[in-house]
C-alpha cells in the first residue's frame, strides 16, 4: 500500500457559491473578452462568440481565481432557422463554482458551423465533440480525430437536428394495408 | 364287343393330398406383467419412434447462446440464475455461436448491429432456432420510430418464438422457452 | 550443459527477431457481460500497444425520441439508459423536469426517491461485484451470489412500484403510489439481507490473494489526471479525492443524512472494487436513516395539470448515478415536449480514458480494466 496523503478538497463542501459572485469575478478577471451574462434554473450562463472561445477557456482554466479544472458536458442544441448553439459546462474543483458558456452558431446546413475545439486544453472534450459533430453537424477545427462515434463510420446523416425524420412505425409488419374488409 | 365289355378297371381314385396331423394353433399368449419379451430380457429400454427420441434430446438440452444486447439481456441473466433456475430444463447458457442450439435476441438491434447477429446466426450449426425475447427485438419496441434502430430482429433472421415484455418477466421467458419446447415436439415428423 | 531445454535455447535478441503485432477484436458479442462493446487491440505478444473502442452499437436514439415525447412519455426512455439501476435514472430526469418548470416535491415524495434510488444503487453495484469477479476468475459464484440479492430487491421494489426494473414510479412532482403498509419491514428485511451479502462478498474477494495480485498496481491513475479526462463517481473516488456530488452539489433529502464518502489509494483497479463496495455499506446507511426520518404526508405535487406544459427554461441538473455524474441538460420552449434533453453519461465519460489505461498492460488485464470502468452501454450509446 502506497504511502501517499489523502487528498482533500479545500473548499467547504456543499456551500454553493451565489451566482452574482461568480459573475463579478468572471467579469473582474477576464475583463478583455466580450461576453453577455444570464442566468438559468441552475448555474450562471456566459455568452461568447465562437473567436474568443478558445481564450476565454484558457483563462477559465490557467487563471488562478477561477481555475476550472473539469469539463463536464458540450451539448448541441439546433434551434431550427434561428441558428444552432453549443453549450460547455464548467466546474471547478478547487472552489466549487459551476459555469456554463454558451457558443452561439450558424444555422445547420453546408458548409458546417466551425469552432475551435478544446481538447488541447481538456482531454474529456475528445468525445463530446465527436459526439456533437456527429450528431449536428458542427467542425471543430483542431481535433485530432473526428470521425463518427455512434453511427457508422460512413453515413454522413445529423440526426439530432430539428430536420432529420423520425422512421415510420410499423402497425402491420411487412403489410401496408389491412387484408379486406378491414380497417384499422 | 357287347357292353359287358365294360372293362372292369377301376375308377381314377380322387387325390387327396396328406396333410398330415393338424398343427397346433395358436393361442393367445397370457404375460402376468404385459411386459414386452425384450423388457424382461434388457430391462431400462425404452422403444419409441426415431423422430420422437431426436425431439426429445433436441427440446431437452438446448443451449443458448446468450445474445444480450441491453436491458433484457439482464433478465434473460436473472432468468439463468438461481432463483428461476432455467437450468432444470437442460438450458445452459453458452456463449460460442458454434456449440448452441437456441439464440436468445434480447435487446433492441439497431442498424449498426445487424450484420452481427447475420453473422452469429450464420455461425451456429443447425438445427438453430431463435427466440426473440422483449419488444425491440419483436418490433423494435419503444425505440421503433428512430431511425438507426431496426424495426424487428426478423429483419435480418427467421424467429422462431416471440417473448412479449419490456422488459419479460424471466417467468416470461421460462414461457417462451417451454413454447419452443412444444414447437420442437410439434414439427419432429417433419424432415430436416 | 544444463538439462533442461528452456535453458538450452539461445534466445535470438530484439534486434533478430522478426515480430508482428496482431490484432485483436473483442467484439460486439462476447461473453464478458458488459453489452455490445468493441475493442480493436494491438498486441505485441500479450503487450497491448494500442487500442481502439468502437461504440455506437446500442445508439437507440434517447433524445431524439425524448424530444418528441410528452414530459411522462419521455421517461421511458432515461429510465433503460442505466438499466442496471432503473430508478436512479427516473430520479435524475425528474428533477430535470422540476427545475424546468419550478415544481416542487413534498418531503416524503423526497425520501422515497432517495430509498428508490440508493436501492437501485445497490442493484448497480452487486451487479459490477458479480460480472467483476466473473472476469477477474470466479467463474459463476460471484455472479450467483449477486443475482440472490438483486433477486430481493427486484422483489421489493415490485411490491412497491409494480414492476421489477423500469417501474416509472417516479413521477415529475414526486412518486406516483404511496408506499405500501408493511414496507418498513420488508425494507429492514432486505437490507439486512443485502448487508450478509455485501459481507460475503468481501470475504471472497477482498483479501484474495488471487484477486489482489491481479487487481493491485494496475492502470494507477492521479486526481489530476481523472479530472482532466473527466472521471466521475467511484472512478475518481478511488484516486482518492473525496468527490461525491450527493456531498458537494447536494440535492434532495441529502443534507440530512449522514454518510461517508469512501475513497481509494491510488486510483488502481483494486481500488476502484474496493471504493464500490464501502459506497455499498453506505447506501445501506442512508436507507436506514431514511426508514427512521420519514415524514407522513403527500407523495406526489396536487397542483399539477393534467398534461405538463413548460414555458420556458434550461436547466443542467447533476446528479450522483449509480457510475458516477450523471448529467440532465434541459432546455424547454413551450409546449408539452421537452426541446432539447441531453444525457450526459457517466459511463461515456469513463470510457473515454479507457485507451489511455489499456496500453502498456497484458490482454488480461485489458478485460478487467474494462470490467472495472463499470460501464453500461444503455448510457454510453445513449
Redesign the interface.
Known amino acids: ?2 504511502k ?1 496523503a ?4 479545500p473548499y467547504p ?2 456551500k ?1 457559491v451565489p451566482h452574482s459572485d461568480l459573475r463579478g469575478l468572471v467579469e473582474r478577471v477576464l475583463k478583455e473578452v466580450p461576453v453577455e451574462f444570464s442566468e ?4 450562471l ?1 456566459v455568452t461568447v462568440q465562437a473567436d474568443d472561445l478558445l481564450r476565454f477557456v484558457t483563462g477559465l482554466r490557467d487563471r488562478k481565481e477561477l481555475a476550472f ?5 458540450i ?1 448541441g ?2 434551434f431550427g432557422e434561428e441558428g444552432m448553439a453549443l ?1 460547455y ?1 464548467f466546474y471547478s ?1 478547487k472552489y ?1 463554482h ?1 459555469l ?1 458558456v454558451t457558443v452561439p452558431l450558424r444555422a445547420a446546413g453546408e458548409p458546417h458551423p466551425v469552432v475551435p475545439s478544446l481538447d488541447s486544453l ?3 472534450a ?2 463530446h465533440e465527436r459526439e456533437a459533430h456527429e ?1 449536428f453537424g458542427i467542425d471543430f477545427e483542431g481535433h485530432p480525430n473526428l470521425k ?5 463510420d460512413d453515413l454522413h446523416i445529423h ?2 437536428l430539428k430536420s ?7 402497425i402491420l ?1 411487412g403489410i401496408e394495408s389491412g387484408p379486406p374488409g378491414f380497417t384499422f | 364287343m357287347t357292353t359287358e365289355n365294360a372293362v372292369a378297371t377301376p375308377a381314377i381314385q380322387p387325390y387327396k393330398p396328406d396333410f398330415g396331423a393338424e398343427p397346433e394353433r395358436l393361442q393367445p399368449v397370457d404375460f402376468p406383467d404385459a411386459k414386452a419379451a425384450y423388457r424382461i430380457v434388457l430391462p431400462g429400454v425404452i422403444q419409441t419412434g426415431a423422430d420422437t427420441v431426436l425431439a426429445v434430446s433436441r427440446k431437452s438440452s438446448l443451449w443458448p447462446m446468450t445474445f444480450g444486447l441491453a436491458c433484457c439481456a439482464i433478465e434473460m441473466m436473472g432468468a439463468f440464475m438461481s432463483n428461476h433456475d432455467l437450468d432444470r430444463f437442460g438450458i445452459v447458457p453458452w456463449a460460442s455461436p458454434r456449440q448452441s442450439d437456441v439464440m436468445i435476441v434480447s435487446g433492441t438491434v439497431t442498424k449498426k448491429m445487424a450484420p452481427a447477429v447475420k453473422l452469429l446466426y450464420e455461425q451456429m450449426p443447425s438445427p438453430k432456432y431463435v427466440i426473440s425475447m422483449g419488444a425491440c427485438a419483436t418490433n423494435g419496441g419503444p425505440y421503433t420510430e428512430y431511425d438507426r434502430v431496426l424495426q424487428g430482429v426478423d429483419k435480418v433472421i427467421p424467429v422462431d418464438v416471440y417473448v412479449p415484455g419490456c422488459p419479460p418477466r424471466p417467468e416470461s421467458l421460462l414461457d417462451g422457452m417451454l413454447a419452443l419446447q412444444r414447437k420442437i415436439m410439434e414439427e419432429k415428423k417433419m424432415v430436416g | 550443459m544444463s538439462i533442461w531445454p528452456e535453458e538450452r535455447v539461445i534466445a535470438p535478441g530484439e534486434a533478430e527477431f522478426d515480430t508482428v503485432d496482431m490484432t485483436v477484436n473483442i467484439g460486439p458479442a462476447h461473453p464478458a457481460t458488459h453489452g455490445v462493446f468493441r475493442m480493436v487491440l494491438t498486441v505485441d505478444g500479450e503487450l497491448v500497444v494500442g487500442c481502439e473502442p468502437y461504440i455506437g452499437y446500442l445508439h437507440r436514439g434517447l433524445e431524439k425520441l425524448s424530444e418528441n415525447n410528452d414530459y411522462r412519455q419521455a421517461m421511458g426512455y432515461w429510465d433503460r439508459t442505466d438499466y442496471l439501476a432503473g430508478m436512479a435514472c427516473e430520479v435524475a430526469y425528474c428533477m430535470a423536469v422540476e427545475k424546468l418548470g419550478g415544481i416542487e416535491v413534498p418531503e416524503r415524495a423526497e425520501y422515497i426517491r432517495v430509498i428508490m434510488a440508493e436501492l437501485s444503487r445497490l442493484n448497480s453495484h452487486f451487479m459490477f461485484l458479480g460480472a467483476f469477479g466473473q472476469d477477474v476468475g470466479s467463474f459463476g459464484t460471484t455472479f450467483t451470489w449477486a443475482w440472490r440479492e438483486r433477486e430481493r430487491i427486484y422483489d421489493l421494489m415490485e411490491e412497491v412500484a409494480g414492476d421489477r426494473m423500469f417501474p416509472t414510479y417516479i413521477r415529475p412532482g414526486g412518486v406516483s403510489m404511496d408506499l405500501p403498509e408493511n414496507f418498513e419491514a420488508r425494507c429492514r428485511w432486505v437490507l439486512e439481507s443485502a448487508r450478509k451479502g455485501i459481507d460475503d462478498f468481501d470475504k471472497l474477494l477482498t483479501g484474495n490473494e488471487i484477486f489482489v495480485e491481479r487487481c493491485r498496481d494496475l492502470s494507477p491513475i492521479t486526481p489530476e489526471r481523472a479530472i482532466a479526462l473527466g472521471l466521475t463517481g467511484p472512478m475518481i473516488r478511488a484516486t482518492g479525492l473525496p468527490w461525491d456530488l450527493r456531498r458537494a452539489e447536494p440535492y434532495s433529502v441529502y443534507p440530512e443524512l449522514d454518510f461517508d464518502i469512501p475513497v481509494g489509494l491510488q486510483g488502481d483497479v483494486f481500488d476502484r472494487y474496493w471504493v464500490r463496495l464501502a459506497e455499498m455499506y453506505q447506501s445501506v446507511r442512508i436507507i436506514e436513516q431514511c426508514l427512521d426520518k420519514m415524514p407522513q404526508g403527500l407523495v406526489l405535487n396536487p397542483d399539477l395539470p393534467k398534461t405538463l406544459r413548460i414555458e420556458s427554461g434550461e436547466c443542467y441538473v447533476r446528479y450522483e448515478g449509480t457510475k458516477g455524474e450523471y448529467g440532465v441538460y434541459g432546455l424547454a420552449r413551450g409546449g408539452n415536449k421537452p426541446y432539447r434533453m441531453k444525457l450526459r453519461s457517466p459511463s461515456f465519460c469513463n470510457l473515454s480514458g479507457l485507451q489511455e489505461m489499456v496500453v502498456g498492460t497484458y490482454l488480461a488485464d485489458a478485460i478487467i480494466i474494462l470490467g472495472s470502468l463499470d460501464i453500461v452501454l444503455g448510457e454510453v450509446d445513449k
Do not use: C
Open positions: 500500500m502506497s501517499k489523502r487528498v482533500t478538497m463542501i456543499g454553493q438559468n434554473s441552475t448555474d450562463d479544472d473539469f469539463l463536464r458536458n451539448s442544441v439546433d453549450k459546462n474543483f466549487g459551476a456554463q481538456y482531454p474529456s475528445n468525445w450528431m463518427n462515434l455512434f453511427l457508422e440526426p439530432l432529420h425524420p423520425l422512421q415510420a412505425a410499423e409488419q
